[in-house]
């Protein structure tokens, strides 16, 4: 149906950056709406940056002027990229991230990568 597969997660320093890729395909795969939610130990899952065909973006404020979301669209639309450009990480950006698509009513998760800032 929908398969989405994360890279770029890793150790970096507070100040650094950070570029996380995503790569979405499937049956019913459109890339439409893609985004980035994060979970850090203890805490709920939250939305981080979002975007939705024709370009049009949400962040989260705790990450606005820092994080930027953007998108490659196959040719053939078989296979769209969303990416989450990350600087000035600080350390309480350190979480699990994950990519999101929503499909058909349907959310659809990628297995999560690690982001981890140190101080």
């Known amino acids: 149906q929908v398969q989405l597969v994360e890279s770029g997660g890793g150790l970096v320093q507070a100040g650094g950056s950070l570029r996380l890729s995503c790569a979405g395909s499937g049956s019913i795969f459109s890339g439409n709406a893609m985004g980035w939610y994060r979970q850090a130990p203890g805490k709920q899952r939250e939305l981080v940056a979002f975007i939705v065909s024709g370009g049009s973006t949400v962040y989260a404020d705790s990450v606005k002027g820092r994080f930027t979301i953007s998108k490659d669209i196959s040719k053939d639309n078989a296979k769209n990229t969303v990416y989450l450009q990350m600087n000035s990480l600080k350390p309480e950006d350190s979480a699990v991230y994950y990519c999101?698509?929503?499909?058909?009513?349907?959310?659809?998760w990628g297995q999560g990568t690690q982001v981890t800032v140190s101080s």
């Open positions: 999101n698509a929503v499909e058909q009513g349907y959310n659809y």
